[in-house]
């Protein structure tokens, strides 16, 4: 009971920043610096994780599926195999969780430490809501970023991917019929499909985190088991929610 | 790292993420860059089956185009063809729907056409030909093995026999038992009969080990040609004695085919009935003579006292008798 409590709080908290950090949308201009580094953090830093895991993923998901598919003489169609589970579910499933794990984790901690620290109740009593100052410029950033991510991420997975079906001698696919067979079985809506929940779920990753964190009470001790529980409750929260967003868009 | 530095490397971070997305959108799209290029052809086929936007045109397996719109018209479906530049499509092409693979992937197939005929404009429209898709095959091959399941249970019935009736097996069986004597006594005399031909025996039997048979058939096949080649050479003969007769020449000739000779035939056959008319009439000497008594009973007289002439010559010596004939006479 005690537990279901801590969600429903946990849920109504986030709730309820969500719509404070709308109320103050409009100051985003001015907040254009914040705005940046928020996008250099969540965005640009996370590149290079977000590129090598992608790579790697696509990579074992071709030779694991050619190696099965050269069984039974379809291992013609691993490009279209490899593009569409990238495109649809493991692009965005895959960079969400990697910004819930180095993102979501960072902005918890950022925040908690300004909540034990008194930070955040300095910003009060100056008539800075927490919100506008800290959460509404991160779920800027991460409403644009996100979908770039999640593009690099299917784009780097098909490539790991073309890269095993030519090399590996078990498979030995040329990259022209790799992707033929890729675009032959795939629209823009299935990418379009995976951008849309990358970026529901980056928005859903930061509000848990930010809530998460600004919701922190005690002392330092308290800091680290926010961060755990912040990145709990993301990877919890992308995986219901992602059978509930593919069912929306199917 | 300062703030401008921070803001170029997110810039070109957003613009490079933009542009992949762009890129993406493109490729899976439509399959290039550029849209509209080339020509579009209207292919209406009564069923698309599996064709579906995307997918390619090939000409002589070469992929010239894609499908890049399918849409009912009315009473039938129509493929809207984007040809890539340059391609010519004949106007007598037909084109086809192929099955590329078992799992449901199609292209459309154009021919050559005839040589010589004009290319089809932009927005032209392509003759189809429908083809027979997996289903159709399947949906065969099913009706045919029904079929064959009905004629093989016919065969097992007329073998087995069916509803209390014997099967072939068992009426062969029977009619074997039941003519079994007389089998035995027809395959004994067929036994016999090839020993006596073996043998020598009988007229068949010389006449297939008798060489002296064999000679004279021979001989007698010889003068059956000989008298075949006399009988050709009195037809030939034959034929040309019919020629010259048809030609008018010679006796017959003449009177067969002569004008003036059937004219004198006709005069004289004409002269002969007038002349037998007038002795029937009994007209002229030869008339008198076989119609007139008279004359009869006076050569009679004449005879009778020519007789008694002779009589007297032969009484009185021959010096008398020319006073005898003048007196019997006169």
Known sequence: MKQLNTILLGFGGAVQLLLQSCKYLGTLPRQRARFIEQCYLIGYTTLPIVAILSFFMGSVLALQSGYSMQNFGAKQFIGSLVGLSFARELGPVIVAILVAGRVGSAITAELASMKVYQEVDALVTMNIPPARMLVMP??????????????????????????????????????????????????????????VKAEIFGFVVVLICCSIGLNTRGGPREIGASVTRAVVASLISILVLDYFVTKALM | MNTAQQTARVGLFFLLGVALIWVTFETLSDGKIFKDNGYTLVAGFENLKELKQGDEVRMAGVKIGSVEKTRLAGRRAEAILRVEPGIKIASDATATIVMAGLIGTNYISVDLGTPGSPALADGAELHTKVTADINTIMS??????????????SITDSMKGKDGEPGLFQKIDKLVSANTE?????????????????????????????????????????????????????????????????????????????????????????????????????????????????????????????????????????????????????
Do not use: C
Request: hydrophobic residues 45%.
């Open chain 1, 138 to 195: 991160r779920l800027a950033a991460i409403v644009v970023m996100m979908p770039i991510l999640a593009i690099i991420g299917d784009l780097v997975g098909w490539f790991g991917g073309a890269l095993v079906s030519k090399y590996v001698d078990a498979i030995a696919i040329d990259p022209e019929a790799y992707f033929s067979a890729l675009r032959r079985y795939m629209k823009f809506k299935d990418v379009a499909t995976g951008l």
């Open chain 2, 182 to 330: 007389s089998t035995t006594v027809t395959l004994s005399n067929l036994r016999d009969i090839t020993t006596k031909l073996k043998d020598g025996e009988g007229t068949l039997g010389k006449l297939i080990n008798d060489p002296k048979l064999h000679d004279d058939l021979l001989a007698t096949v010889a003068e059956i040609k000989s008298a075949a080649a006399d009988a050709k050479i009195f037809v030939t003969e034959t034929q040309g004695i019919l020629a010259q007769v048809k030609s008018g020449k010679g006796a017959l000739g003449t009177l067969l085919y002569d004008e003036e000779s059937a004219a004198n035939i006709k005069a004289t056959v004409k002269n002969f009935h007038d002349v037998s008319d007038k002795i029937a009439r009994g007209e002229g000497t030869l008339g008198k003579l076989l119609n007139d008594d008279a004359l009869y009973i006076g050569v009679q007289n004449t005879l009778k006292k020519a007789d008694r002439a002779i009589d007297g010559l032969g009484d009185s010596g021959p010096i008398t008798a020319v006073g005898v004939v003048a007196k019997s006479l006169f």
């Open chain 2, 140 to 153: 065969e091959i099913g009706n045919l093995g029904q079929k064959l399941e009905g004629a093989l249970a």
